[in-house]
Structures are given as C-alpha cells and as structure tokens.
Nanobody
Framework: VQLVESGGGLVEPGGSLTLSCVGSGFAFSAYAMYWYRQAPGQNREYIASIVSDSSYLEVDDSVKGRFTISRDNAKNTLYLQMNNVKPEDTAMYYC?????WGQGTQVTVAS
C-alpha cells in the first residue's frame, strides 16, 4: 500500500488550494479514504472522509463550508479542495486508509 500526497504549498489567506493523494498497491475503489492534518506542536486531527463510491462524505466542523473532499476511482486519486484558507489551516496534510499513511504535503497560509 502506498499513498502519495501532493499539491501543498504557500497560499495567501482567502486563497484556494487542491491537494491530491494517489493510492497504489490496493483496490483504491473499495476503500473509504480520509484526510488528516497536523500543525506544529499539535496532535494529528481528522479533516474529512469519503466512502468508496462517494455516496457519503463528511467534513469536520472546523473546515465545513470551506473544504471539500472528493475522489476519482478511475485515477486512484483522493482530493481535498481547500477554499478561503486561513492561517490556522497551516499544517502537514495526510491522506489515510486504515493503518496506512502518506508522507504528507505541507500547506502554509501566510501573506
């Protein structure tokens, strides 16, 4: 199992960013997938989840209305669309499936 995130970077407050996570080594379309984030000195926290066929998705209250989770099973890819970002969104973002984690992609929100 391999999960590889990308799309992070420096973005100004109020800006947008789309994170991607490509899964390999398993039947991507059969699994629910998750996004987490970890800010410096903080615990890793849950952001969003989506079931295998995208029929149900959930976003944590901390980012509701700003972040959207989606997936493209044909491309084995999970997405996190981040809109109206805030400085407190600065963190390493990880995708997750069960006990498996990617290496993370850094998002920094600053002017």
């Amino acid at each position: 199992v391999q999960l590889v995130e990308s799309g992070g970077g420096l973005v100004e407050p109020g800006g947008s960013l789309t994170l991607s996570c490509v899964g390999s080594g398993f039947a991507f379309s059969a699994y629910a997938m998750y996004w987490y984030r970890q800010a410096p000195g903080q615990n890793r926290e849950y952001i969003a989840s989506i079931v295998s066929d995208s029929s149900y998705l959930e976003v944590d209250d901390s980012v509701k209305g700003r972040f959207t989770i989606s997936r493209d099973n044909a491309k084995n890819t999970l997405y996190l669309q981040m809109n109206n970002v805030k400085p407190e969104d600065t963190a390493m973002y990880y995708c997750n499936r069960d006990a498996y984690w990617g290496q993370g992609t850094q998002v920094t929100v600053a002017s």
